[in-house]
């Protein structure tokens, strides 16, 4: 516990609600904050944050992608993938495209620079995948990463 001036103490990470006594759902915003923060460090020196990590991930998995794919794939706004997707164009890292169909659409691809860019992305963002699975068997592993995709997909996306 921290002890802040006249007030309560403050449990740190990992005590009281903030431990194995939490909510599961404050302890996955816990989690994802200070998974955040690291991968913002891992990639600062890169000029990558980790949401322009996200889109160009999903850009070179799925190719092809609108904005409009992009914001409900990666959970972001469209406002805020448009100006990330702006942001890797300028710097070279995805090209738009227009839709072979639909006029109006521009369809995203990750360019070679974006793509050398994105392995060393990867490289660092390995090294905390494998810090956060550290000590776990890959059957504990599976259990955690099935349980995490049953979360997300009991969140009611539209099909």
Known sequence: MVKRGDGPAIPRPGEGKRGEAGYFGYLLRQASGTYRLRMERALADLEVTPPQFTIMTMVAAYPG?????LARLTLLT?????????NLERAGSVARRPHPVHGRIQTLEITDSGKALLARCRERVQVLERALAAGLSP????VIRRWL????AEGGEPD
């Open 78 to 86: 469209p406002q805020t993938v448009s100006v990330i997707v702006a």
């Open 139 to 142: 059957e504990e592993a599976a």
């Open 65 to 69: 992608l609108s904005g409009a794919d």
């Open 149 to 152: 995709a049953a979360v997300a």
